[in-house]
Structures are given as C-alpha cells and as structure tokens.
C-alpha cells in the first residue's frame, strides 16, 4: 500500500550533508549528445528564467553523485513556464521525483489551488529537495508519495479520479514506461497531455536492429507503441535527451 509521506522541517543543511565527500558525476543536461555543446551552453544560458530556490537546488542536484539522474532544466522550464500555464493545468502526476527539482517547478505552475502528486520509491533522494520545496512557498502543492508507481497509479484509478488530471511526466525507471503511459493515459482528461523523458536516450534508440539494454529496448517500444496509437496525438521533441508529448484525443 502506498503512503504518503507529509513534507518535513528539516533544514537545507541537513538534506544536503549526505552530498559532502562524494565521487562527482556531471549532469546529462551538462553533457548534451543530442545537440552541440555550445548550443546546449547558450540555450542554458538564455533559454529560461529560473526562480532562485530552484536555481539553488539545481546547484545541489548538480553536486549530487547520482546527477546524471537529473531532469533537463530546459525541459523543466518549457513545462513550467510555458505549457503547464497555457494548459490551466492544476492536476499533475510526476512519475520519478529524483531531488524533486522538476516537481518545484511543477508546483509553481499549477498555482495555490493546484497539486503535484509526486511518485518516487527513494526516500533519500527526495528528502534532499523538500526543504527547497519549503523555502520556495510550494510545499503544501506536492503530494509526495513513497512507493511503486505503478501500485499507486493504479490506487489512484481505483479511487475514482479517472480523468481527471491534466498532465503526467513520466520520468522513471524505463522498463515500466510501458505501464506507466497506459495508466496515465487513463488519469488524463480530454486533451491532457503525458510528457515521456528520455526518449532518444542519448541516441542508443537510433539503431533499432541492436540489443543494446533492456532500458533501450523499452525506449523503443513505447515510441513505437505511441506512433500507432489511435487515441493520442504526439510530438517527439529533439531536445534535453528527448521528450514525446502525447495529447489525449
């Protein structure tokens, strides 16, 4: 059973102790292989506007030794900024959390009467991120819930709240994605739409005739998956590591 996990007090400086003396990765959003660098340099340069406490919690995410788990700020912003305000989207699911940067800049968008249910299976992770949530004025917006997302997706449907919600991003462990996309489909309402990370997967998906991973077969599939599916319409977007909006017709 899925629970749900309320917000805590603890301090920016505890949530980050765990990140002292740790081998440092560079985050994927640093390291672009879909477009050149410099490119990616002058688009994180001039391509949004950041609130502060996210910029700071960005700052620590890209210090944190599992970094390259980190979401595309790019990508967070063209949601937060741009879509989720032309959508009225006040319904959110977020499938795979990470320091929940992507899930303050969700909460921001969706107002003080929105929510952002956020799925994640880490509770170490998470916890990095909730005093930001605080300090940024949106923690009472995001629902943190702490288990599979597939048995949560699932008790949410089975609660009734069918259609009901505007946008999913899923953004999480690849062989599910699959699942996931089926239950977000039926949580959206008519013309919500569910953004899937990852899609050109740092160009592994681009030969399709090798077995590289489990996780780039997945990739492919649900790309296939959404190309023949009648009830959606969609757009792979060459950007971050690519990301496929699906509209719900």
């Known amino acids: ?23 440092i990765s560079q985050p994927k959003f640093l390291e672009p292989k879909i477009v050149s660098k410099p490119v990616n340099d002058y688009a994180l340069k001039y391509g949004f506007r950041e ?7 960005r700052h620590i995410t890209a210090d944190h030794p599992r970094s390259r788990m980190m979401g595309d700020p790019n990508e967070a912003a063209f949601f937060s900024n741009v879509l989720m305000p032309a ?13 929940g940067y992507t899930t303050l800049q969700l909460a921001k968008a969706v107002g003080e009467d929105g929510t952002v249910l956020a799925l994640d299976v880490s509770d170490e992770f998470t916890c990095i991120g909730k005093p930001y ?30 259609e009901t919600f505007d946008f999913v991003f899923i953004d999480a462990d690849k062989v599910h994605y699959g699942t996931y996309y089926e239950l977000s489909l039926q949580l959206l309402r008519k013309n919500g739409i569910v953004a899937i990370d990852n899609t050109l997967w740092g160009g592994k998906v681009l030969d399709e005739q090798s077995h590289q991973d489990n996780d780039t077969d997945a ?3 649900i790309s296939k998956h959404v190309m023949t599916d009648d009830r959606v319409d969609h757009v792979l977007l060459p950007f971050a590591d690519g990301v496929t909006l699906v509209r719900k017709c």
């Not at 301090?11 to 081998?23: F, P, W």
């Not at 609130?51 to 919690?57: G, I, R």
């Not at 940024?136 to 997302?149: H, K, M």
């Open 51 to 57: 609130d502060p406490v996210a910029t700071e919690l």
């Open 1 to 23: 059973m899925s629970s749900s996990v309320p917000i805590g007090d603890d301090g920016v400086t505890e949530a980050t102790t765990e990140l002292q003396s740790s081998t």
């Open 219 to 221: 990739i492919r599939a």
């Open 133 to 162: 949530w605080k300090k940024a004025g949106v923690a009472d917006r995001i629902q943190l819930i702490i288990a599979p997302a597939v048995e949560t997706l699932q008790k949410i449907l089975d609660d009734g709240q069918a």
């Open 87 to 99: 959508m009225n989207a006040k319904k959110i699911v977020e499938i795979g959390v990470f320091t």
